[in-house]
């Protein structure tokens, strides 16, 4: 399940090159729109590439505290938060955000955008307090600058409802996502793309809570705005039949969900092509929907085919690696492959605690999936230390 993030990743912005050479700012144009192609392409390597030699004709050009340094560094940093390695990215959005502030001024909109893209690598390692004051402190400074309507104000309700929805925060979610759905339709009007992400993001609040009368009319609605919107291969098209399949998943309607899965994977090697991550996760949610059905001979090549997309995509480190490897290795606990299951339970758990941190929920149910094969292997006194580890986890996030 998949909920959208809006304003976040700011890429790729055109700022005016004041000061600059012609020939520097044509130049900077052009690597920033490579940067912007490979992102998409999901060729986040070469991204990165080429967006650190974009920092470094804006640098040279126009000095470290130039606010196109800032949009360089916040490129680059949104590359290596898509690629899960959030420890490379927050120091990169600090210097951003130092340089906006100092040259923009503290309320400028892209002040916000860099607080709001620094809180995203604190709340995708579960840093929950310091995503939280981010949050905000970027709220704030747009209620006090833009009218209570403007989408930006949306943009910040839905920020901080994402966090509190990851937080199983309902109650004080529920309300920030309804206020960023009325923004955005009174100002964008009904049929918008965005106002498809809110409703999207409110289902994904509902199905949290098993309130799936509710989440279902919401993706649907979702599902047919953007397609009317962006046409039928779009890829926002294939995250939102993602998300419908995985409301059938949930409540076991399985042949509801299979063509769901499969067209979103279809439209995803059509329009990004076979190797990019988002068609990893498309695998993914088709091989857990066999799995469930006892197909396990069509579930483990898609397990092992998106394993394959995502280490090469994202590297080798990244958490939706050590998702892959969790699934892979619950189908062969399930099986009895105990052998073949273990050591990838040990690689999700270092990838897990390497990028989120060692309290991450993710931590605690690698570690709970480890004591149940070693219960099943008779090796009771590990399970019991995993476990108890697993619990204290538990007991913090509550």
């Not at 409703?199 to 994904?204: D, G, I, S, V, Y």
């Not at 076979?274 to 091989?287: C, E, F, K, Q, Y």
Request: with cysteine; hydrophobic share 40%.
């Amino acid at each position: 399940m998949r909920r959208i993030v809006s304003g976040l990743v700011a890429l790729l912005l055109t700022l005016c090159m004041g000061g600059y050479a012609h020939a520097q700012g044509k130049e900077w144009k052009k690597l920033n729109s490579e940067v912007m192609s490979l992102y998409r392409q999901g060729q986040y390597d070469r991204a990165v590439m080429v967006a650190k030699k974009a920092l470094q004709v804006a640098e040279k050009a126009a000095g470290p505290d130039h606010p196109d340094v800032a949009m360089s560094l916040n490129n680059l940093a949104e590359l290596y938060r898509a690629q899960g390695q959030y420890e490379l990215a927050k120091p990169l959005h600090k210097r951003a955000l130092a340089i906006r502030q100092k040259a923009l001024g503290p309320d400028h909109p892209l002040v916000v955008t860099s607080l709001n893209n620094l809180a995203e690598s604190y709340r995708a390692q579960g840093q929950d307090e310091q995503a939280e004051s981010l949050f905000k402190r970027a709220l704030a400074i747009i209620e006090r600058t833009l009218s209570p309507d403007h989408p930006l104000v949306a943009t910040s309700f839905n920020n901080l409802a994402l966090l509190y929805d990851s937080r199983g925060q309902y109650r004080e979610a529920e309300p920030l996502f309804k206020r960023a759905l009325a923004i955005w339709e009174k100002t964008l009007g009904p049929d918008h793309p965005d106002v498809a992400k809110s409703l999207n993001n409110l289902a994904t609040l509902y199905y949290s809570q098993g309130r799936y009368v509710l989440a279902e009319p919401l993706y649907k609605r979702a599902l047919a705005i953007w397609e009317k919107a962006l046409g039928p291969d779009h890829p926002e098209m294939a995250q939102s039949l993602n998300n419908l399949a995985a409301l059938y998943y949930s409540q076991g309607q399985y042949r509801q969900a299979e063509p769901l899965y499969q067209r979103a994977l279809a439209i995803g090697e059509k329009d990004l092509g076979p190797d990019h991550p988002d068609v990893g996760t498309s695998l993914n949610n088709l091989a857990e929907l066999y799995r469930a059905e006892g197909k396990d001979e069509l579930a483990e090549p898609l397990y092992k085919r998106s394993l394959t997309i995502r280490e090469r995509a994202l590297g080798p480190d990244h958490p939706e690696v050590a998702t892959s490897l969790n699934n892979l290795a619950l189908l062969y606990d399930s099986q009895g492959k105990h052998e073949q299951a273990e050591p990838l339970y040990k690689r999700s758990l270092a990838i897990w605690e390497k990028a989120l941190g060692p309290n991450h929920p993710d931590v605690a149910t690698s570690l709970e999936n480890r004591a149940a094969l070693y219960k099943k292997t008779d090796r009771k006194e590990e399970a019991k230390a995993l476990e108890q580890r697993a619990a204290a986890i538990r007991a913090i996030r509550r």
